[in-house]
């Protein structure tokens, strides 16, 4: 049974529905403060990927478990996905939103006890909360969307997801400033980013609970709604298959994508530290990682509106193969092969999750959109969370090479699910033109 969204008409946002040149103004402020609140969402968003796993083997004495941490966190990005996207369907992408950020911020206060009480238990439970952080991170990037025409969603997209780039490669490379800072204060010095986060999380989660409004998604559906009512009645069976395709295929996109990203980052500084790196050499490292994550949207944003979604999505996973084989092959004690290892896997996702994001939303509408994006990005969060928790057992008992070149291996399904995507469009193209 599907429950309509509680507010689906508001007066206020009628000035907007009936006039473009509005509706242009209210697509552009959205997306000035969706950036805002990315860049403060961005520097929360470092603080798990960098230190999480050290935390987690320094209070377990165990590195076969050092993959927990980003399987917990990315655990509960896929439950705060699912409650962010229905909040938002009902109540608008402000009160989603804010509430994923905000709540994230609790979950880095509850890291922070946990480690000071030494409480694992406490840790896991908090690392579940500050993964909502995560997903609202992550679901900020349809709100820039909203109002797009259609040949600038990606853009839009991109938009949204290069201005994480400046807290996000940020955060990294203060672990060492954060950590002297969180040991002056009396706590240990791996909880130093998560201070950072807590605060970082809370005030992005403010910027979109002051600030976006009117809510660009409401706005979106009452605009959907008038243009239905002033246009004839379709068979729309075959836009309904194309619509349940471009799903399968952005969501695959995304997924796969995510899991090979995610595995590799993770293990990355436990394989470092085992070689002799200092922290400040992981936080180097995982910061172009992060940098490369989101600072070449812009291009790939373009590139993705005008090569076509399915012509990057393949150049994904290329570029995720590669990533693995320069990971494998990387001598342990080489910065700079590893940073361009990292960069490439970064570069990759980038061009992943903006093909794959374009494609769903391209898939859906305002009436069910939210709800429909949160859910994808439920999956799309226990990708990561398989990844993280798989990455440090296949280490445990193989190797950070053989993990990399699984990585990239598994990327190249990219091509195959692409190609499937065309073929399909191909029959159901001939199919409409026999009838």
């Known amino acids: ?12 946002n009628r000035i907007y529905v009936d ?12 997306l000035l403060i969706v950036v805002l609140s990315q860049v403060f969402g961005g520097a929360g968003l470092a603080a798990g990927v960098t230190v999480g796993a050290l935390l987690a083997q320094d209070m377990l004495g165990s590195e076969s478990y050092a993959g927990v941490p980003t399987a917990l966190l990315t655990l509960g990005s896929a439950m705060a996905s699912l409650l962010v996207g229905r909040l938002s369907q ?3 992408r402000r009160l989603g939103l804010a509430g994923g950020f905000i709540a994230g911020g609790l979950g880095a206060i509850g890291v922070i006890a946990a480690a000071q009480m030494n409480s694992v238990a406490l840790l896991f439970v908090s690392l579940l909360i500050y993964g909502a952080g995560t997903a609202a991170n992550l679901q900020a990037r349809y709100a820039g969307t909203d109002l797009a025409m259609p040949n600038e969603r990606a853009k839009a997209i991109s938009i949204a997801m290069v201005s994480t ?8 490379n203060t672990v060492e400033l954060t950590g002297r800072f969180a040991t002056a204060i009396g706590f240990p010095a791996l909880t130093g980013p998560f201070l950072l986060a807590a605060t970082a999380f809370i005030v992005a989660g403010l910027v979109l609970l002051i600030f976006l409004r009117p809510d660009p998604l409401l706005v979106a559906r009452e605009l959907a709604k008038k243009i239905e009512q002033h246009s004839p009645a379709a068979d729309n069976t075959e836009s309904r298959l194309n619509d349940n395709r471009g799903l399968v295929v952005g969501a695959a996109v995304m997924i796969l994508t995510q899991i090979v990203m995610v595995a590799i980052m993770t293990m990355t500084p436990i394989h470092m530290k085992h070689h002799g790196h200092s922290l400040g050499d992981v936080g180097l490292v995982i910061g172009i990682h992060i940098g490369a994550m989101f600072l070449p949207s812009l291009i790939t944003g373009v590139l993705v509106d005008k090569i076509g979604r399915n012509a990057m999505s393949m ?3 290329a570029v995720l193969l590669l990533a693995g084989i320069v990971a494998a092959i990387a001598p342990p004690d080489s910065m700079l092969v590893l940073i361009i ?5 970064g570069l990759g996702w980038n061009i992943g999750l903006i093909s794959g994001t374009a494609i769903i939303v391209d898939a859906t509408d305002p009436t069910t959109r939210a709800k429909t994006q949160g859910t994808i990005d439920v999956l799309l969060a226990l990708a990561g969370a398989s990844g993280g928790a798989l990455s440090g057992m296949v280490v445990s008992h193989s190797s950070y090479a053989t993990l990399s070149l699984a990585g990239g291996g598994l990327a190249l399904l990219l091509i195959p699910v692409v190609i499937w995507s065309r073929s399909k469009r191909n029959v159901t193209a001939v199919n409409s033109r026999q009838r």
Not at 19 to 30: E, H, P, T, V
Not at 165 to 172: H, L
Not at 341 to 345: N, Q
């Open 341 to 345: 290892a990292l960069a490439l896997l």
């Open 1 to 12: 049974m599907t429950h309509e969204p509680r507010r689906t008409t508001d007066s206020s």
């Open 19 to 30: 006039s473009i040149d509005m509706q242009r103004k209210l697509y552009k402020r959205s």
């Open 315 to 317: 150049a994904s996973g």
């Open 90 to 92: 009902r109540h608008g």
């Open 165 to 172: 780039t400046f807290g996000a490669v940020a955060g990294p």
